[in-house]
């Protein structure tokens, strides 16, 4: 019988952190807001302070929950990945989702600023979910930071 009660409050409180977990997962919105903040940076200080600044694997300006940024440049190759800095220098440019979307390359595609939709497993869930990135073109690289959507 204590088995059985500890049982179900291990499953009480695991179903009480589901609106907490929600609350923690960054909005498209915040993911925008980061993208353009880390273009201005970039813009403001050079390659080298940026990437230096978004590659840092500790908590900082341009970390919030599950959002940080990445940088490509034209041809695929990461620059800055804030979520993963061992990446940096490896060319992406033929990474697919789940459905065969190449996403890199719709990433290096934008001209300007646009959001690039495809699924990506959510490291916290460990799930496939669908995701957005908004892209920010600053001279010859993109500039990142996408959200999966809720």
């Known amino acids: 019988m204590k088995k059985l009660i500890a049982a179900l409050a291990l499953v009480a409180s ?3 952190l589901s609106p907490a977990y929600a609350v923690e997962n960054a909005t ?3 993911a925008k807001e980061l993208a353009i903040r880390a273009a201005e940076y970039l813009r403001a200080n050079g390659p080298a302070k940026a990437y230096a600044a978004f590659n840092d694997e500790n908590e900082g300006p341009f970390k919030d929950r599950d959002l940080y940024v990445f940088v490509y440049d034209n041809a695929g190759k990461a620059l ?5 800095p061992a990446l940096v220098g490896k060319n992406l440019i033929d990474l697919k989702d789940v459905d065969g979307k190449a996403f890199v ?5 934008v001209q300007d600023a646009a959001w690039v939709d495809y699924k990506w497993q959510n490291p916290q869930t460990k799930k ?4 957005t990135s908004y892209i920010v073109r600053v001279g010859d690289v993109i500039v990142g930071v996408g959200a999966y959507k809720r």
């Open 105 to 109: 390359r719709d990433f290096v595609a």
């Open 28 to 30: 498209p919105a915040e």
């Open 80 to 84: 800055a990945r804030g979520n993963n």
């Open 14 to 16: 695991l179903f009480s």
């Open 128 to 131: 496939v979910e669908a995701k």
